[in-house]
């Protein structure tokens, strides 16, 4: 009894496993990610020290738990980034940086 009930759910994994519909697309790779309202464009620089940014040659503050997102959406750390790069940012309602994502080809060339 058990091990037909076993097999079952085995038979239905394998099933499962075998006609799983095709992961998503990669953001970034196939058609450019929406960016949330009143974000804008911008050069980052190179992030050098822990508290500041540097976008279009104007200092901002980092707000806590800034994310910086690469052409995938996935986070990378502020110290990777070793040269000016296109982005869009978003401020929080201090005016720090909250977010920044680095645009892929599609989205730099995106109004």
């Not at 464009?41 to 200092?59: H, N, R, Y």
């Amino acid at each position: 009894m058990i091990n037909s009930i076993v097999g079952e759910a085995v038979n239905a994994a394998m099933e499962n496993a075998l006609y799983a519909p095709p992961p998503p697309p990669e953001l970034g790779v196939v058609g450019a990610r929406v960016f949330p309202e009143g974000t804008k464009k911008g050069e980052l620089a190179p992030v050098d020290g822990l508290m500041e940014v540097i976008i279009d040659s104007k200092t901002y503050v980092r707000a806590p738990g800034m994310q910086i997102r690469n052409q995938r959406n996935m986070i990378v750390m502020p110290g990777t980034i070793r040269a000016e790069t296109p982005v869009r940012y978003q401020l929080d309602s201090s005016g720090a940086v909250f977010r920044v994502w680095l645009l892929t080809r599609t989205e730099i060339a995106a109004p």
